[in-house]
C-alpha cells in the first residue's frame, strides 16, 4: 500500500521544527510502524536527504523507546501496544499519517521524533529505589505477600517509562508514572519501609522538574501501552497523607 | 512544619485542597437543594425557613466563614493549578484525540468553574446581600418571585445548573480519586457522580422552572 507520511522534523533542541511529508509505497500490511519508518528512512538515504531520527530499542514492547503521537494518539492509539508492536495492517492504502513527538515542557524534542525522558530517571534517582540492608535471596514463600499485593506490585511494575501517560495527559502531569513507581514499591515489604521518604521525594522532584497537576482526566490509562490503571493515582495519594501526617523526619 | 507545608502546596497537596473545598461544597449543595424545597409550600414555608437560619446566629456566622475561606481556597488554588499546566505542556500538538479517558465534565471544568464564580456572585447580590445590607428588604419569596419570573433570570439559572451539573459529574468522582478513596476510573463513584449531578442539575431546575410557571406558588 501507499502511505503519505506527515513527520515532525527538527535538527536540533533549539532548532526551529516543521511538519514534512513523505510518500511511504510498497507499504506491507506485514510491516512494523517502526518497519516502515525504517523503510522511509532507506529511501530518504538514497535520495541523499536526512532520515528520520526515532527512538528505538527492543522493538518488542518493553524499553519504552519507540513513542510518538500518531495520528493524536499515543502509540497510535491501539490498546495496551507500543509503537513497535503496532503493524501496518491497521492502516489502508492511502491514508494520511501524522507522526509528531511527545510534546512536553519536561520532554524537549532532540531530534526529530526524538524526545528526551531523562526526568523520568531523576524521578527514580529522588525515591524510586530501596536503600535498606534486605540481605540475600530469601527462601521462596519465606516472607508471605499476598496476592493481592503481588498483583498490583507486578501490574505497577509493568511500567516501561515510555512517557505516553505526560505525552496523552491535557495536563501534562506524570502522576501515572511517579504512582506506578510508588505502588510498586510501598506494596512490597522491602520496599514499604522506605514509603515515607519515597513519596517525599518523588512528589517533590516531578514538582520541581516542572510537570503538570493531574485533575483525573485518565487519559493516561487509557493511552498506556501497560495498561496501568489510574488506581495507583489513588494509592499514591494516600501515601500522600500518610507522608503528610508521618513524624519521620 | 516547613516540610509540612511544603508538601501542602506541592501539586499533589493543591490537589487535596480543592478536592476538600470541592466535597464542602458538594454538602452545602446538598442543603440548599433540601431548603429550596419549602418553595413548593409556597411563599410562607420559604419565609419561614430563612427566618430559621437566621435565627441560628453565630453559627450562620461560623457557616458564612468556612464557604468564604472554601470558595477562595477552590478558587485560588484552581487558578494555580490551570496555569502549572498551561505552562507544563509547552508546544501543542498540531493533532490531538482524546485517548478516551475524558469526559465533558473533565473537559470543561475550568471553563464551568468560573462559570459557576460568576453566577454565585450574582446569587448572593440577588438573594442574600439585600437582607444583609438593609433591614427592610423584602421578603424572600418576593424576591425570588421577581427573579424567576422574568424569562431571561430564569433561563440563566437553569443554563447555570446544569453547567453546575457538569462540574459536579467530573468534581465528586475526581476529589474522591485525589484523597485516595476511588478504586479504578470506573465504578460506583463514578456512577455516583453522574447521579448527583442529575439531581443537582434536575432538583435546581424544577424549582426555577415550577416559580417561573406558577406565578401564584410564591403568591
Ligand atoms: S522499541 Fe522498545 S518498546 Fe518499542
Known amino acids: ?249 | 512544619m516547613v516540610r509540612r507545608l511544603d508538601m501542602v502546596l506541592s501539586s499533589i497537596g493543591k490537589k487535596e485542597l480543592m478536592a476538600l473545598s470541592g466535597l464542602g461544597f458538594i454538602g452545602f449543595l446538598v442543603a440548599h437543594l433540601a431548603g429550596n424545597f419549602t418553595i413548593l409550600s409556597g411563599a410562607e414555608a420559604l419565609d419561614g425557613y430563612a427566618a430559621k437560619l437566621e435565627a441560628l446566629g453565630p453559627l450562620v456566622w461560623v457557616a458564612e466563614a468556612g464557604m468564604v475561606t472554601m470558595a477562595l481556597v477552590h478558587v485560588l488554588v484552581g487558578i494555580t493549578l490551570v496555569v502549572r499546566n498551561l505552562q507544563a505542556r509547552g508546544q501543542r500538538y498540531a493533532m490531538k484525540k482524546s485517548e478516551g479517558g475524558r469526559t465533558i465534565g473533565s473537559r470543561t471544568m475550568w471553563l464551568t468553574g468560573p462559570w459557576i464564580l460568576v453566577f454565585v456572585g450574582i446569587h448572593l447580590a440577588q438573594f442574600t446581600f439585600p437582607h444583609k445590607l438593609t433591614e427592610e428588604a423584602p421578603a424572600l419569596s418576593k424576591l425570588v418571585a421577581e427573579q424567576l419570573s422574568d424569562p431571561i433570570w430564569a433561563g440563566y439559572y437553569v443554563v447555570t445548573m446544569l453547567i453546575l451539573a457538569l462540574h459536579v459529574s467530573h468534581g465528586f468522582w475526581s476529589a474522591f480519586q485525589t484523597l485516595g478513596a476511588a478504586p479504578s476510573r470506573s465504578g460506583y463513584l463514578r456512577d455516583t457522580a453522574v447521579l448527583l449531578a442529575f439531581v443537582f442539575g434536575a432538583g435546581f431546575s424544577l424549582l426555577a422552572f415550577m416559580v417561573f410557571n406558577v406565578p401564584d406558588l410564591l403568591k
Not at chain 1, 59 to 75: F, L
Not at chain 1, 157 to 184: E, R, T, W
Open chain 1, 1 to 249: 500500500m501507499e502511505l503519505t507520511l506527515r513527520v515532525w522534523r527538527q535538527a536540533g533542541p533549539n532548532a526551529p521544527g516543521k511538519f514534512e511529508d513523505y510518500q511511504a509505497k510498497d507499504v506491507s500490511p506485514d510491516m512494523s510502524f517502526l518497519e516502515m519508518l525504517d523503510f522511509v528512512n532507506e529511501d530518504l538515504i538514497r535520495q541523499g536527504k536526512e532520515p528520520i531520527t526515532f527512538e528505538h530499542d527492543c522493538r518488542e514492547g518493553i524499553c519504552g523507546c519507540c513513542g510518538t503521537m500518531v495520528n493524536g494518539k499515543a502509540h497510535g492509539g491501539f490498546e495496551g501496544t507500543t509503537l513497535c508492536q503496532v503493524h501496518m495492517r491497521h492502516f489502508k492504502n492511502g491514508d494520511t499519517i501524522i507522526v509528531e513527538p511527545w510534546r512536553s515542557r519536561v520532554f524537549p524534542v532532540l531530534k526529530d521524533l526524538m524526545v528526551d525522558r531523562s526526568p523520568f530517571d531523576k524521578i527514580l534517582h529522588a525515591g524510586g529505589y530501596v536503600s535498606v540492608n534486605v540481605g540475600g535471596a530469601p527462601d521462596a514463600n519465606a516472607i508471605p505477600i499476598s496476592p493481592n499485593a503481588q498483583d498490583t506490585a507486578m501490574d505497577a511494575a509493568q511500567c516501561i517509562g515510555c512517557g505516553a501517560c505526560v505525552a496523552a495527559c491535557p495536563n501534562g502531569s506524570a502522576m501515572l508514572f511517579v504512582s506506578a513507581k510508588v505502588s510498586h514499591l510501598d506494596v512490597l515489604p522491602q520496599g514499604k519501609v522506605e514509603t515515607v521518604r519515597r513519596t517525599r521525594a518523588m512528589i517533590a522532584k516531578m514538582d520541581e522538574l516542572g510537570f503538570g497537576n493531574c485533575t483525573n482526566h485518565a487519559e493516561c490509562e487509557m493511552a498506556c501501552p501497560k495498561k496501568i490503571s489510574i488506581s495507583h493515582i489513588a494509592r499514591a495519594n494516600r501515601s500522600f497523607w500518610r507522608a503528610l501526617f508521618s513524624h519521620e523526619s
